[in-house]
């Protein structure tokens, strides 16, 4: 087990679904309802760009396809994220509030009730 997976202890054995997006295509109706056998579709990913890797939808890795014996595999080539440093936390507090007074002068920033 890696650090990465240390603390998920009991939510290990949960499903989830892997997808990897060979890449898209932008077409409209009428481009769609002609498509028939033999039809191609031209994608936006290079042959040589790597693939995107979702899970549930979120991308977490870049790979490319291998191939064994009669079947495809994925071979990832970077974790999304990994030699990333933490994102710092964002402040959640609300900013300041101005006031301005009917004669027009401001006066010094008010701190939303409750912050320090």
Do not use: W, Y
Not at 32 to 41: G, H, I, Q, T, Y
Not at 47 to 64: F, S, Y
Request: aromatic share 2%; glycine share 8%.
């Amino acid at each position: 087990m890696t650090d990465a997976t240390a603390g998920f202890g009991l939510i290990q054995d949960i499903d989830v679904r892997l997808t990897v997006e060979l890449g898209r295509a932008q077409m409209n109706l009428r481009e769609v309802l002609d498509l028939a056998e033999e039809s191609v579709v031209m994608l936006d990913r290079l042959t040589d760009e790597p693939l995107d890797v979702l899970v549930n939808g979120k991308l977490i890795a870049k790979g490319e396809v291998v191939a064994e014996g009669n079947r495809f595999g994925l071979r990832i080539l970077e974790l999304v994220g990994a030699n990333q440093p933490a994102a710092a936390p964002r402040e959640r507090r609300a900013p300041p509030i101005e006031v301005t007074t009917k004669a027009g002068a401001k006066q010094a920033p008010k701190q939303a009730e409750g912050a320090a």
